[in-house]
């Protein structure tokens, strides 16, 4: 007799997009999660891949019908009841992985042993670090291993405490077409240069759709983030 083992795809789309380390209306060990964004235009399947840290820790996710849709969110969580967890919708519950409330490591690899998505945090040195609130990537084409890539969420959800677990970190309440600065449509080197000219003029505040982390300011984060999205054309996302 013979079966198959499916493949585990190799991806580098999956980010690691927030994470709630230290949780302040529910214990740790129910309330801490890490989400996951998918930056291609395809799902992608979590099944086979491993969630580990650089001191042993490690998960190896089991779950044949856990994907992340294009552009869509998965959390990863220790506790999937809504009553004990802080009212954090769950995707899957791991096992066997914590989060320091220090310095630690969520290191997403594949079986092959290549890792897909990293980030060391380093107990508030250059990572957001505040009780009860989540670190959220400021736009998912960012640099994660850059603690000013990452920003202290400021969203109330569940149980009281803030982040976005499952939704958008900034969502966009402009009414422009956010990062198609010249207003023509599209999103190429033109947008580009027009958002580095705002920046550098200190204008941009009469273009909002210059913000392309929706973090409020306008600075070269958000000309990386535009960078980022027209070479990987998903701007328009």
Known sequence: WSFSVKEVELTFDLV???IMKNPDAVPDAAGEWIEITNISNAEIS??????????GE????????????????VVLGA??????????????????????NLWDEVILYHPSGIIIDEVHYDNGNTFPDE???????????????????????????????????????YPNDCGEL???????????????????????????ESNCSSDLN????YNIL?????????LAETCDR
């Open 16 to 18: 690691i997009n927030e």
């Open 46 to 55: 979590l099944n086979g891949l491993i969630l580990r840290d650089n001191d």
């Open 58 to 73: 490690q998960h190896v996710i089991s779950d044949n019908s856990l994907v992340v849709e294009a552009g869509g969110f």
């Open 79 to 100: 506790n999937d009841d809504l009553s004990q967890n802080g009212g954090v919708i769950v995707n899957y519950t791991y096992s066997g992985f914590t989060l320091s």
């Open 131 to 169: 009780n009860g609130r989540s670190m959220m990537l400021l736009e998912p084409t960012l640099d994660n291993s850059y603690g000013d890539s990452w920003m202290t969420a400021d969203v109330i959800f569940g149980a009281g405490d803030y982040g976005t677990p499952g939704e958008l970190n």
């Open 178 to 204: 956010v990062g198609d600065i010249n207003g023509d449509d599209q999103y190429n080197v033109l947008d580009v240069v027009a958002l580095v000219n705002c920046v550098l003029a200190e204008t941009c």
């Open 214 to 217: 929706s973090d409020g300011y």
């Open 222 to 230: 958000d000309v990386v983030a535009l960078v980022n999205c027209v």
